[in-house]
């Protein structure tokens, strides 16, 4: 005996209706780091300030690479173009904080796809700086105000990148999205 939701996946035919009750998405962004610093700009993650007084994104927006490719994922998902199609617009009207792309992204998913819910979020970030460990737990619990998720279904890691690429060397961060949507 078993929960009725539990699916046979064995042979390629049991993956026919599969599909239609998950689906899942992957987005990426990355951004250097401006040269100076400006004060109504700080560089965001998850939706918390990582700017240390120093940093911010050579963006036009707050460089929130975790809100940017959580947005991508969540499109990607549900067949939609990037983020950028209502994120530009949005920030030279000047939104400029990427909460309201996340909002703007929750919308389009349920009107298309009402019957999806986001139920897992994978994040991974790559860069010398800032140290995320500190605001780690920050972090988790905005993603969860922000997208109505529990904490335990929010996966978050980071690696400095060790100096191998331009991320590794401090000049800018990179961040990889995974998100699975289902119909339960």
């Known amino acids: 005996e078993c929960d009725t939701k539990n699916q046979k996946i064995t042979f390629a035919s049991d993956f026919k209706n599969w599909n239609e009750n998950i689906k899942i998405g992957f987005g990426e962004d990355a ?20 700017s240390e007084g120093s940093l911010s994104s050579d963006g036009n927006s707050d460089g929130d690479l975790i809100l940017h490719s959580l947005c991508n994922a969540i499109l990607s998902a549900i067949g939609e173009k990037t983020f950028d199609e209502f994120a530009t617009p949005m920030c030279k009207s000047g939104l400029t904080n990427s909460k309201y792309y996340l909002q703007k ?5 349920s009107e298309k796809f ?7 979020i994978i994040i991974s970030l790559e860069g010398l700086r800032p140290k995320i460990q500190p605001n780690h737990e920050k972090i988790i619990k905005s993603l969860s105000e922000l997208t109505g998720l529990v904490s335990e279904n929010i996966g978050l890691t980071y690696t400095t990148g060790e100096g191998l690429n331009s991320y590794g060397k401090g000049e800018g961060m990179r961040s990889w999205c995974f998100v699975v949507l289902t119909s339960s």
């Open 105 to 109: 992204t929750l919308e389009i998913l």
């Open 31 to 50: 951004h250097r780091f401006a040269k100076n610093f400006d004060p109504e700009k700080p560089f965001r993650l998850g939706n918390i300030d990582m």
């Open 114 to 120: 009402p019957e999806l819910k986001l139920q897992q």
